[in-house]
Structures are given as C-alpha cells and as structure tokens.
C-alpha cells in the first residue's frame, strides 16, 4: 500500500448481492507528506524568496544610488568652470578699467573664494550657515566692480547651523542677477530670503533689474545646471522646485 492514500474497500454479501457495504480507510503519510512538512516548505520557500528579493532591491538601490552620484559630480564639474569663467570676467573688467587696486583686492579674495567652492563640491549636503558664507563672500567681490545694494533676510525660525541644503545651489542664481540684472544699474540692489513655511525652506533672490520673459526658453548654462541639480535631487523622496 502507498503511503498517505485514502482506501475504499467495498463488500457484496452472498445472501444480498444487492447490498453493498463500504468501507474506507487511509494509510498512515510518510513524514514528508504531512502538513506540518509542508507549511514548513512553504515558509521557508517564501524566506528564501523574500531573502533574494531584499537582497536584488538593494543592490538596485546602491547602483541607483551609485549613478546620482556619479551625475552629481558631473555637474559640479560644469558648476565650477562655470562660477570660474564668470570670476575670471568680473577680474578683466577691473582690469580694462585700470582699477588695478581693485583687481588684485578680488583675486586675493578669489582665491579663498575658490577652495571653499571645490571644497563644498566634494561633499552631498552642506549647511546653510556655510552656503551663507560662500554667497557673503562672492557678493562682496562683485561689489567691488559692480556697486549694488544687498541685503539678506533669515526667517528666525530656520536653523542655519543645522539645516542643510545643497552646495552651491543658488551660486549660478545669483551670478545671473548680478550680470545680467543690477550689471551697471544705477541704485541696483539684490534681496536674498531665506524663510520656512510648514515644512518647506524657501530660498528667494530678487534684483531690481530689467528683468526677463519668464515665458520665454532660458538658455543661460547656470539656470540649466539648477535645473539639472533639482530634476537629480527629485529622485530621492524629497522635492524641490524653482518658479520664476
């Protein structure tokens, strides 16, 4: 007999042919058929799986993460020739208008300007505090060819210490305000905000320039790297948005 099989034995009587009696029995499973054997399996098939599965969506999310990187240093890459070609600029504009004092006050100024710049590209995140001063520095360089008005608001309620945000964000923002907005301005004047609302961190910089169609395609290589940057940092589960 097989093991784990369920028997019907049936029985004609001699005197009644017409009778049939039935009886059913099982067999006694082997221990790989009982139910125990198999829910065991069962789980440990699904172990197995949700193992290799854990084990595939996290390679996945290390190359992922391995590629926003490698991006993110790409365009840090455009970021720095770029913020350099438009310091080496502002320097020959001195230089063409025989302010040589001035000149060599920005590549002094430059230079400290410039590490600072490579280092915050080496890293993911830096603090506001930090971005500040990077901002506070280059602005007084430019200052120094182009006399404008600034002024910088921090909402009370952000930590500058603590919060962090991404280096160099709004460095190209503000190149563009100074040479193409307040550039030659007569009371030409720059207002940076930075203020909290909810759970959101608003960074604005407003000039008092000629301004620009907000309709129309921006071809500036700065803007474009802003964009680029937010479109990669949209990726992880934090968003961020710019609106002209």
Known sequence: NESGVEYKLEVRYKDDPK??????FNTEPDWYQTLWFKITVGIFSLLIFSLVYIFW???????????????IKMLYAQLNPHFLFNA????????NDNQIEKANQYLAGFGSLLRNTLTSSENETQSIENEIKS???????????????YRLTIDEKVN????????????PLIENAIKHGVSNKVKAEIVITISKKTDDLIFEIIDNGKGFDILAEQ???GLKLVKDRITL???SSKKMKIDM
């Not at 080496?88 to 230089?95: A, E, N, R």
């Open 19 to 24: 009778y049939v009696a039935v009886y059913k």
């Open 57 to 71: 969506m996290r390679k996945m999310a290390k190359r992922k993460q391995l590629e926003q990187k490698s991006k």
């Open 88 to 95: 080496l600029g502002s320097i020959q504009g001195l230089l």
């Open 233 to 235: 940092f949209n990726q």
């Open 160 to 171: 500058v210490h603590e919060t962090q945000t991404l280096p160099l964000l709004m460095q």
């Open 135 to 149: 901002i506070n520095n280059y602005i007084e360089l430019e200052q120094l060819r182009n006399p404008f008005l």
């Open 219 to 221: 071809k500036g290589f």
